[in-house]
């Protein structure tokens, strides 16, 4: 079966940090496109950034770009967000895929709850 977990989010406070991770099991990833989105309350989901199998290139969204970092363990099968400067419009759940780069969103994982508070 084939599963993605993700670990790491948690109550913060804005300009705080959070380091989300997701582990795949079932299958190998590695050769997968790896990428987080989020779902704010009420709002529809939405791409936050997405690496390649490689870890060669990153993609992020605009309202990210310069705080979030994405990264990647092969060996480990286990994909990274550091999220850095954290603002409470970062809120919601988030959401780690893998798939076809830029956007994989083949494959979900449960969801980890960001609550980030001013």
């Known amino acids: 079966q084939v599963q993605l977990v993700e670990s790491g989010g948690g109550l913060v406070q804005a300009g705080g940090s959070l380091r989300l991770s997701c582990a795949a099991s079932?299958?190998?990833?590695?050769?997968?496109?790896r990428g987080w989105f989020r779902q704010a309350p009420g709002k529809e989901r939405e791409f936050v950034a997405a690496?390649?199998?490689?870890?060669?290139?990153?993609y992020y969204a605009d309202s990210v770009k310069g705080r979030f970092t994405v990264s990647r363990d092969n060996a480990k099968n286990t994909v990274f967000l550091q999220m850095n400067s954290l603002k409470p419009e970062d809120t919601g759940v988030y959401y780690c895929?893998?798939?076809?780069?830029?956007?994989?969103?083949?494959?979900w994982g449960q969801g980890t709850q960001v609550t980030v508070f001013s």
């Open positions: 895929a893998a798939g076809t780069y830029p956007t994989p969103n083949a494959y």
């Open positions: 079932g299958r190998t990833f590695s050769r997968y496109s």
């Open positions: 690496i390649t199998w490689s870890g060669g290139s990153t």
